[in-house]
């Protein structure tokens, strides 16, 4: 009997590259505008250079490009290009962060159904607590698991097991939902979970996720319990 379904939270509960780029965009011209001589395309190409190599997560990312890239030194003209990119970059997030259509009202349906609630992030605490805490989310799981605590990013069991753990469950009552395959499906397979790939969330054009499910909508994951539980 399925007792609890386990989240990935970036590109299965919000859309996080649609609030990223509008918030890389957002910066983009908030430095300019603040001062930074550069293009748009140049400045988002750094960006994304730095994200590529420190993780997509880094959050120095507009220190590192304005001292090591543009070379501008610390001093007035610095502070100025990059504060107004902070505030830019995350007034676009703020605005930009928003969870997938049905996501609200699936929550609150498996909520009834005595259904546990649970999150596995490779996102570092701090960022995975404010992005739910900005959709007033936070009061809906019973764990949440981020890169902080495991120090393990998926596909490896341990943060996994450490939401088995939290949640005092077995592998075969839970259900992980996530739209990486390599890291999500992969990793829940592992420790014994049935999967459902979010293929509403997958930015890598995945043919065959080697999930238990595949859906299209998040909405879906209802009839998914009442099947697994014969509702």
Not at 13 to 25: G, H, P, R, S, T
Not at 43 to 57: P, R
Not at 102 to 128: C, N, R, Y
Not at 129 to 155: A, G, M
Request: hydrophobic share 40%; with cysteine.
């Amino acid at each position: 009997m399925i007792k609890a379904i386990i989240f990935d939270l970036d590109n299965t509960l919000v859309d996080f590259m649609l609030l990223k780029n509008a918030a890389i965009d957002a910066a983009a011209y908030g430095m300019i505008d603040a001062g930074l001589n550069y293009t748009v395309d140049e400045i988002k190409s750094k960006i994304n250079e730095i994200y590529s190599e420190k993780g997509i997560e880094y959050q120095s990312v507009f220190d590192q490009m304005l001292s090591e890239y543009f070379m501008i030194p610390k001093g007035e003209d610095y502070y100025r290009i990059l504060s107004a990119g902070i505030v830019a970059y995350r007034n676009a997030r703020e605005a930009a962060l928003k969870p997938y259509p049905g996501v609200f009202h699936t929550l609150i349906e498996l909520t009834k159904k005595g259904i546990k609630l649970a999150v596995v992030s490779d996102a570092p605490s701090k960022e995975a607590w404010l992005r739910l805490c900005y959709i007033n989310f936070h009061h809906f799981f019973d764990t949440v698991i981020t890169y902080d605590e495991s120090r393990e990013r998926k596909p490896s069991p341990v943060p996994f097991k450490m939401a088995l753990s939290k949640l005092n469950l077995k592998p075969e009552e839970c259900i992980m939902i996530g739209d990486w395959a390599d890291r999500d499906i992969v990793g829940a397979k592992l420790v014994g979970m049935k999967t459902v790939f979010a293929r509403y969330g997958d930015t890598f054009n995945t043919l065959n996720p080697d999930s238990d499910y595949d859906i299209n909508s998040i909405t879906e994951l209802i009839d998914i319990v009442n099947k697994e539980n014969n509702l």
